[in-house]
């Protein structure tokens, strides 16, 4: 027998999709003004049928697909939601639900379980049940509570997802308590990044580095209080560290995101990029849209790539960072991400963090992200 | 054997439920999944975890994975492997 060991996380899918995300409705009962659906969700209409939805479950499955979110806006608003997880299940993925907890009620997390569901990630926006409130510009705190608990006592692994901007970041530590309470085990605090809604509102919605450094801390902190109990995820932003992320491992490598109407996607946010078409599953096979399609190989491997990025050591790591942030800083998605110190544009990074910073009180109000209402409940929180 | 170690060979280990084993065809390999990740297991690493089943202890493990391997000498290995997953919370362990 060789010695007993295994590859710490399987990120090289061998060509495959790994990861896949099905968005299967862009309605969402929450305005979040950092929400990543489309400027124009409201326009896109035809979600996929429950039928059309198997097939790319079965498609994807035999591309080598393993871990599923279902994801939105809201998932839990399609009513065949508890279908497709025991199809999905049925088929060999690990099934995660990503949802805001509106509208997950006891008897839903009942037929969820047994339909198979292994995992549910939660967002809650604050632990303070006003400023939860007025942060997502819906009355859902208490949802969220009750879901929160029900989805314990039906016995799922959870984890906590908090988007982090200014208006909770000082939140940190008692989002932890509230997940030591309520026996979650893993808890992301996951740090807004600028596109679509979030975008519109960046100045107003992104922290300090010091305010980022003291969350970190926190966390920190309650990492060696805690131990292995609560699992937490933080990490500081790339507008901040000079260096891009690893965005999606690299274009068309591991992920694939299938968008309500059916168009396949390379990241959630892929559509941000003008010009580029995206496949839909509706005309298209999706083993043609993964191999061959023009816009999963436009930014593949390196070939692609300029300068600085083709000469840099560090493009297998990073891969050049994000597609989508260096189309909506530089306004073309072959340049380095901004967020690299390396790029030429790096200034506008360094002076959008500069804006957050010097910006002086609740400056604009937010724009939320349903029938861009604008947010007046933000003139009463406190950043 | 190892000293101090977190169990002992009555402890029964099972994979713990957050988990989920299977064969994937498309990576010749058992995997692992897990909220939020992957993780590919060798065949070594697999034949250990296959027997993790929630209903014999460390000891009836060891034993049939000897049966398994001509009484090849994997004490050691088997048990420093038990130790990792246990610490990474792929298993979780009970006394019998």
């Known amino acids: 027998m060789t010695k007993a060991g295994s590859e710490p996380v399987l990120l090289d899918g061998g060509g495959n999709p790994l990861w896949l995300v099905l968005e299967l409705t862009y309605r969402c009962p929450l305005q979040c003004p950092w929400c990543n659906n489309p400027l124009n969700f409201s326009e896109i209409e035809q979600e996929l049928s429950t039928e059309e939805w198997k097939k790319v479950l079965r498609d994807a499955r035999k591309l080598g697909s393993l871990q599923l979110g279902f994801s939105g806006g809201e998932p839990m608003l399609r009513q065949d939601l508890e279908e497709l997880v025991e199809y999905a299940n049925g088929l060999g993925f690990y099934t995660n639900l990503i949802t805001s907890g509106m509208g997950l009620t006891k008897k839903r997390l009942i037929k969820l379980k047994e339909a198979g569901l292994k995992q549910i990630q939660l967002s809650v926006q604050h632990s303070d049940r006003a400023k939860n409130d007025a942060m997502v510009g819906a009355e859902s705190f208490d949802q969220k509570m009750a879901a929160c608990e029900e989805i314990k006592a039906q016995g799922f692994p959870v984890v906590l997802n908090v988007p982090i901007s200014r208006y909770n970041i000082d939140a940190v530590g008692d989002m932890i308590k509230l997940a030591e309470r309520t026996g979650i085990e893993f808890i992301e605090f996951a740090n807004i990044q600028y596109y679509n809604w979030a975008l519109l509102n960046r100045t107003e919605l992104m922290p300090t580095k010091e305010q980022l450094e003291e969350a970190e801390a926190v966390v920190n902190a309650e990492r060696e209080r805690l131990g292995k109990a609560v699992t937490m995820y933080f990490v500081i932003p790339d507008y901040f ?11 068309g490598a591991i992920h694939l995101t299938i968008a309500p109407d059916g168009s396949a996607l390379p990241c959630q946010e892929a559509q941000v990029i003008e ?56 306004g073309d998605a072959e340049n380095t991400d901004p967020a690299c110190s390396k790029s030429p544009h790096f200034d506008v990074v360094l002076s959008a963090v500069e804006a957050a910073r010097d910006r002086k009180g609740p400056g604009s109000p937010m724009v939320m992200r349903n029938r861009h209402a604008l947010g007046n409940g933000y003139r009463n929180l406190a950043p | 054997m190892v000293q101090n170690a977190p169990f002992n060979l009555q402890d029964i280990p099972e994979i713990n439920p957050v988990y989920m084993m299977q064969y994937e065809e498309s990576q010749s ?37 000897k049966e398994m391997f001509n009484g090849a000498d994997l004490e050691d290995d088997v048990y420093s492997f038990m130790e990792m997953a246990l610490d990474k919370s792929w298993i979780r362990t009970r006394p019998s």
Not at chain 1, 244 to 250: E, Q, T
Not at chain 2, 40 to 64: P, Y
């Open chain 1, 241 to 251: 560290d000079g260096r891009p992320k690893a965005c999606m491992n690299g274009w």
């Open chain 1, 275 to 330: 010009g580029l078409e995206f496949p839909n599953v509706r005309d298209k096979p999706l083993d043609w849209i993964w191999h061959e399609s023009p816009t999963f190989q436009k930014y593949r491997g390196d070939s692609w790539m300029k300068k600085p990025c083709i000469d840099c050591d560090e493009k297998e790591k990073d891969f050049g960072g994000c597609r989508c942030q260096a189309f909506l800083l530089t």
């Open chain 2, 29 to 65: 390999a058992w995997v692992l999944l897990y909220p939020e990740g992957i993780i590919k297991l060798n065949d070594a690493a697999a034949n250990i975890l296959k027997l993790c089943t929630g209903d014999k202890n460390l000891e009836v493990i060891i034993a049939e994975l």
